[in-house]
């Protein structure tokens, strides 16, 4: 199998990309150029693959470390790196150069969790998440009807 460009995993476009992952008490790592998370079973380890190219985030939570060999080819895919459950929520992002217009997230600094429960409080009552969604698909009718 030919090995892969960096420029080949950014194909997905990031609003195309279906996989947000929630990490913990475990390893991930490269193993046979691929990113996996090992997970201890007993007295065996249990690797599951991470499909990078089509991934937008990683959030990694207690008891969770990563090499620098899985962070360097999920920089290549382009995939957020988030650390979570120490009272704020880092995330970091990187890529290599391969294009002249390079986008970054804003999130690369500390920032306590109520920030993200606020924003996302409404999910958790019935009646306001349905009026979020109306909003939001009154919204795309009226852009689509401009359009």
């Not at 390893?27 to 990113?35: A, K, S």
């Amino acid at each position: 199998m030919d090995d892969l460009s960096p420029s080949d995993l950014k194909t997905i476009l990031h609003s195309k990309r279906a996989n947000l992952y929630y990490l913990e008490h475990c390893r991930i790592l490269v193993n046979g150029g691929r990113v996996e998370y090992v997970t201890d079973e007993g007295k065996r380890s249990l690797y599951w693959n991470i499909p990078i190219a089509n991934t937008t985030s990683i959030l990694l939570g207690t008891g969770t470390s990563i090499t620098q060999a899985a962070m360097r080819e999920l920089a290549k895919a382009g995939v957020l790196v988030g650390f979570s459950g120490g009272g704020g929520t880092p995330l970091f992002s990187g890529v290599e150069r391969d294009t002249d217009i390079i986008w970054f997230s804003p999130q690369s600094e500390y920032r306590p969790t109520e920030y993200l429960q606020a924003w996302v409080k409404f999910w958790f009552d019935d009646e306001r998440r349905l009026q979020a969604a109306k909003i939001i698909q009154r919204t795309r009718i009226d852009r689509l009807q401009n359009h």
